[in-house]
């Protein structure tokens, strides 16, 4: 079976083309080799995937015979990847959204519509 068609029936991407090209950008490994989308994909390999900046390692088990549903893809795969990198990546992803409290940082667009009106008033009375 073809990596990008593996990829897509375990559900590690939504469509086979999103998954070839992956292959294509170098996003796919099996056994720690770049590969291209028709490499074929054997059961006991170990495949990983750059996905949202992180290398995801899965074991192949066995081979499906066509799309899997969600509740099935663990029959086919065991995902292998350090349990602590992703815990750093979702840490990561929580950082990042700060919370700005009202009335510091840049004005929305209410806010300068008011200092405008202000600065026009102050200009009128002089």
Request: aromatic share 6%.
């Amino acid at each position: 079976m073809r990596i990008d068609q593996y990829l897509w029936f375990v559900r590690i991407f939504r469509s086979r083309n999103m998954a070839s090209n992956a292959c294509k950008a170098g996003k796919i490994k099996i056994n720690d080799q770049i590969v291209k989308p028709s490499r074929e994909a054997l059961p006991l390999d170990i495949v990983q995937v750059r996905k949202e900046q992180l290398w995801r390692s899965y074991k192949i088990t066995d081979l499906p015979l066509s799309r899997l549903s969600a509740k099935l893809v663990g029959l086919y795969q065991t995902e292998i990847t350090d349990i602590s990198m992703i815990n750093h990546q979702e840490l990561k992803g929580l950082s990042a959204k700060v919370i700005r409290d009202e009335g510091t940082g840049r004005p929305t667009k209410k806010q300068r519509r008011e200092i405008d009106e202000i600065q026009l008033d102050e200009k009128f009375d002089n």
